[in-house]
Every structure is written in structure tokens, then in C-alpha cells.
């Protein structure tokens, strides 16, 4: 069964990552176009020939005019927008003392300001007489749940994407817009943030290790997990779904 037939989807970091994944997933379940948004234009548009499906638009996620530009663009080509999932996402290891005021900045910039961005718009495109209701995603984290001593700024977002989740939500229901809004909270996540992130260390194949004897199931998440969640979401299944969070974390915040 191809769940997301004919459905227009927006996926922002959809060069790589749980962003392609995602987008790999919803053109198996029929969606009709897939538009992918990525800061990384030489990758986005090798990832473009993977799928008839797939469209790549240049995006800086904290930019409001490319938001305006990739969401008006969407709508006039395809007729509409019915999904968004705003994945682009950036971290930074540091604890309140040693992470830089910068740091802190662009990632709020990034994963809230992108996040908030990305919500308005899709609202926007898919509240009537305009648009025809539809599902916005976001990717939070298990650290928008729980906290880590050295991601101060990482917690802070997610935490901040988790909770203005709930708030668009909320919004679009007592609109009567027919647009729902949930937050999926990946624990660790086989993808190149979290390489990057490990790769930072003395011994990253260590850290990996470590990270993942964390975890109860004792493995990493796998994007194309993630995905698979996102799609659910995504789909008329999902209809009494809003302003939720669905964790998929491997047990860790069970323990």
C-alpha cells in the first residue's frame, strides 16, 4: 500500500542523512513530488537523479525568503503542499562554560529559528482556502527530552522544537485548519552528524562504542528507521495524531 499517494512533501536537510532517508521512503509510499532542501547545493543535486520524484531547492533554513520562495515554488508546480519535515539540524559539543556564545547562536539559528521558519510557511501553504490540510514533522531529539552535561545548546533546542511542536499543534486545531504538527525524538542515529560529532574526540571509535553500550536494544538507531516513523506521520493513518512526540530511542529514556 502506497500511503502517500499523490501527497506533495517538503524535506528540509534532505541532502543526507535522516532527511534523505525520509525522502527515499515517502517516494516508496507514492508520494508525488518530494522536494528536497539542503544547504549543500553539489549534493542536493546529485541526490535530485536519485528518484523521479525528487526535486532539490537550495535552502538556508534561517532564511525567511528562501522559505517564501521554496514553499510559493512548491505550491505552484505541484498544486500544493502536504507534508513538511523540517530535519536540517546542526550540533555542537560544549557544556555551559565551554560552548561560545556563537555556537549557542547558530544553533538556536538553525535547528529553532529553521524549525520556526519552516512551520510558519508550511501553515501558511497548507491552511484553506489555500491549502488542503496536511502534516508538518519535526525532528527533535531524545536530547529535547532528556539532558547531556556536554550539550548545552543541542539540549536547548530541541527541547525548544519539542514544546513549540505542541504549540502549533494546538494552534492549527482550534483554527480548524486541518493541519497537525508532531515531533519525532531519535535517540543516537547512524548518520554523518553523529560521526561528526564522535569524530571530535580523542577516539571516535571508542565514543561510537560507548554510545552505543548505552543504548538497552544495544545498537544505534538506523535513519531509514526514522523515516519509517516520519512516513506513518505523514499518512491519513496518522489523522487523530497532533501534538505528539514519538520516541525512538532504543529504550534509553525508559531506563
Request: some cysteine; overall charge neutral.
Amino acid at each position: 500500500m502506497q500511503r502517500l499517494a499523490g501527497k506533495v512533501a517538503l524535506v528540509t536537510g534532505g541532502a543526507r542523512g535522516i532527511g534523505l532517508a525520509t525522502a527515499h521512503r515517502f517516494a516508496r509510499e507514492g508520494a508525488v513530488a518530494v522536494v528536497l532542501a539542503d544547504i549543500d547545493e553539489a549534493v542536493g543535486r546529485m541526490v535530485e537523479a536519485e528518484h523521479p520524484a525528487f526535486r532539490f531547492e537550495a535552502l538556508d533554513v534561517t532564511d525567511e525568503g528562501g522559505w517564501t520562495r521554496v514553499v510559493d515554488g512548491a505550491m505552484a508546480r505541484h498544486g500544493g503542499l502536504d507534508v513538511l519535515v523540517n530535519s536540517a539540524g546542526i550540533a555542537v559539543v560544549g557544556t555551559i562554560e565551554s560552548v561560545s556564545l556563537e555556537e549557542w547562536r547558530r544553533v538556536q539559528a538553525v535547528n529553532v529559528d529553521g524549525t520556526f521558519l519552516g512551520c510558519r510557511h508550511a501553515v501558511r501553504a497548507m491552511k484553506p482556502p489555500a491549502g488542503r490540510g496536511g502534516s508538518i514533522i519535526n525532528l527533535s531529539s531524545v536530547s529535547g527530552i532528556v539532558g547531556g552535561h556536554n550539550l548545552a545548546a543541542y539540549n536547548a533546542s530541541k527541547g525548544a522544537v519539542r514544546l513549540l511542536t505542541k504549540s502549533v499543534a494546538l494552534h492549527c486545531a482550534r483554527q480548524g485548519y486541518g493541519v497537525r504538527c508532531n515531533s519525532i525524538h531519535p535517540g543516537f542515529t547512524e548518520t554523518e552528524l553523529l560521526h561528526s560529532l564522535a569524530g571530535g574526540g580523542r577516539d571516535p571509535d571508542a565514543l561510537r562504542e560507548k554510545l552505543r553500550a548505552s543504548v538497552p536494544v544495544g545498537r544505534n538507531a538506523r535513519a531509514e528507521e526514522v523515516a519509517a516513523m516520519a512516513a506513518y506521520l505523514a499518512s491519513d493513518e496518522a489523522g487523530f495524531v497532533t501534538g505528539s512526540e514519538l520516541v525512538i530511542d532504543g529504550g534509553v529514556t525508559a531506563q
